[in-house]
């Protein structure tokens, strides 16, 4: 044994001295310190992506390199907006004294945008637990104000000051959920009766008013993850036969007249019917609206109607002022969640149940970055204000 | 084709929930969800079709036409038209029994299913099972007359533990309520 250990000896030896010219490079010589990384503002080149269901934390990548540059810790079924001045991020969110059991404890969490670390906690009575919806935790423009939906069973939404850093109260509202913040008034919701509630909150009162009603909640559904712009003031509705509205939103919301998104491909439009085969739009997060040109993004797929949770095939671009479909870009496998950056690069970044992403380029339909682990959940950019 | 009447399935439901339970919070709030009761949809068409429903297969749901009533452990037994999460036959519980020291849920979001046996439609409550880590296996989503969370008594993305003791969710279970 002794002749082969000395051989190996040589060997090392040699193998050592080959590389040492690369090593001796690269070799540090002075104790290192353990530092922390610090966050820019947020850009609205950034995608915020939720891991998937009962997984915490929101993986931040930046679209134009694809690479990961922090993480906001989104608890498991939490919400997360961005604060309008890009000091902090706040989530809504509901843990327990003992990890799975305990005293149930329901707040707002708010992080420093810089360093991410937690600043404070804001109490609330409850929270409605159910992850993947964008529309339940939503700020006013002035980012001054929160509104927390709440369901229990009973239905209600948490109205939080976000400067004082303190619950207000709860206002009832029976029958509906989805919010939109509707500025100088208060906010909007979508109900089951088919029509927008408007709850104006007035100090300590609040008078709630509807428009009437213009969908039909259990036979052509409204999907919750709408968009909604707050330049123009504008919500963009889907129902899951593809009708897409839009409502003015004032004390006084106005909806415009539905259209078929498939008539805007200039195809026929889908219906209710069973073994009627047509594209619908389908998925968790399905629409994404890139404000600067009025662009609907939507994920499409071929099938039944109750398909509304199919990922998508195609990505369709409709663009809501001439109520065309202008592009259609077809993907190599399904996905769930779709979100479009808030700037002339108009990158889109999609997820798959399998929480792989990508980064593809609206304009081209070319995949710019692939993202494995990226995260299945819902995906939030910095909004235009 | 006969549709829904949310009104009818959440009286039903919540009368037995009532005659059930001791929670006088969830009873109150509960209450509260009973005033939006009226709120909700009355549909036209449930009406007027409720005399003859239409159970031809050009008027079955994709779910319905491939159903089958042998196996309770996979996602297309008839049961499970509207069930979103991990079947309880899989994870040491029943169709209708929650696992081991887990609790069924008081409330639930409900399905309308056809029996393909005798083509009747009959109304199921997907009680969830609570107070354990999700159970991982048999997970299904299906999503026949499967609505938004501003309908939520036919939304089952909802974790419906209200009024257990743990909101933490397990599995789920499709439980008879009756004809629809």
């Given amino acids: 044994m002794e002749p082969v250990r000395s051989k190996l000896a040589v060997m090392l030896l040699a193998g050592l001295a080959a590389v040492s010219p690369a090593l001796a490079e690269s070799v540090v010589t002075e104790a290192e310190e353990a530092t922390i990384n610090t966050l820019e503002p947020p850009k609205t080149g950034w995608f915020f992506v939720k891991g998937g269901w009962g997984t915490a934390g929101s993986s931040i990548f930046d679209s134009a390199t694809g690479k990961m540059i922090g993480m906001i810790a989104t608890g498991r079924d939490s919400d997360m907006a961005i604060d309008p001045a890009g000091k902090v991020y706040y989530v809504a969110e509901t843990i327990w004294t003992k990890g799975n059991r305990g005293t149930r404890q329901d707040l707002v969490a708010v992080y420093d945008a810089k360093t991410l670390k937690l600043l404070t906690e804001i109490p609330t ?3 409605l637990i159910i992850g993947g919806l964008k529309t339940n935790f939503v700020l006013s423009d002035d980012g ?8 229990d069973p009973a239905s209600s939404v948490n109205v939080i000051d976000l400067v004082k850093r303190k619950f207000v109260r709860a206002i009832e509202l029976p029958g509906c959920a989805n919010l939109i913040p509707n500025p100088g008034v208060g906010f909007s919701a979508l109900c089951a009766d088919g029509t927008l509630a408007t709850v ?7 008078e709630i008013t509807r428009t009437e009603p213009f969908f039909d909640a259990a036979v052509d559904p409204i999907f919750a993850n709408f968009a909604y712009d707050r330049k123009r003031k504008q919500a963009v509705f889907l129902s899951y036969t593809g009708m897409v509205r839009t409502a003015a939103i004032s004390a006084a919301p106005a909806v415009s007249e539905p259209f078929s998104i498939q008539q805007a491909a200039g195809l026929r439009a889908a219906d209710t019917k069973p073994l009627d ?3 619908y739009p389908g ?9 600067p040109t009025s662009t609907l993004y939507v994920l499409m797929h071929m099938g039944e109607y109750w398909t509304h949770k199919q990922g998508g095939d195609e990505i369709w671009a409709l663009d809501l002022a001439s109520k065309k479909v202008t592009k259609r870009i077809p993907l190599k496998d399904p996905v769930n969640n779709i979100e479009i950056s808030q700037d002339d690069a108009a990158l889109i970044m999609v997820t798959d149940r399998d929480n792989n992403g990508k980064v593809i380029d609206a304009k081209t339909g070319e995949v710019k970055h692939t993202i494995e682990n990226a995260g299945g959940g819902h995906i939030t950019v910095v909004e235009p204000m | 084709m006969k549709t829904f009447n949310p009104d009818a399935i959440g009286e039903k439901l919540l009368r037995r929930f009532a005659g059930r339970t001791s929670r006088r919070s969830i009873i109150s709030r509960l209450g509260v969800a ?8 009355v549909l036209p068409v449930s009406r007027a079709e409720a005399a003859k429903p239409d159970r031809t297969p050009e008027a079955k749901t994709a779910f319905a ?3 089958q009533t042998k196996d309770d452990t996979k996602c297309d037994y008839w049961r499970y038209c509207a069930i979103d999460g991990s079947l309880c036959t899989c994870c040491g519980g029943g169709v209708h029994t929650c696992p081991p020291g887990t609790e069924p849920s008081p409330v639930s979001w409900v399905g309308s299913c056809i029996n393909p046996e005798d083509g009747k439609a009959y109304m199921i409550a997907y009680r969830d099972c609570c107070g354990k880590p999700s159970c991982g296996q048999c997970g299904c989503d299906n999503t026949d007359r499967e609505t938004q969370v501003y309908l939520p008594q036919l939304n089952n993305n909802v974790i419906w533990c209200f009024g257990t003791s743990s909101m933490e969710y397990h599995c789920s279970t499709a439980i008879m309520i009756g004809a629809a």
């Avoid at chain 1, 001054?144 to 369901?151: I, M």
């Avoid at chain 1, 998925?283 to 404000?291: E, I």
């Fill in chain 1, 277 to 279: 085969i047509a594209w």
């Fill in chain 1, 144 to 151: 001054k104000t929160a509104y927390d939906y709440n369901f």
């Fill in chain 2, 65 to 67: 036409r491939n159903a």
């Fill in chain 2, 34 to 41: 009973l005033v939006a009761a009226p709120l909700f949809p």
């Fill in chain 1, 125 to 127: 009575p409850g929270r």
């Fill in chain 1, 283 to 291: 998925g968790s997060q399905l629409m994404a609206l890139h404000r």
């Fill in chain 1, 200 to 206: 104006a909150v007035k100090g300590a009162a609040q």
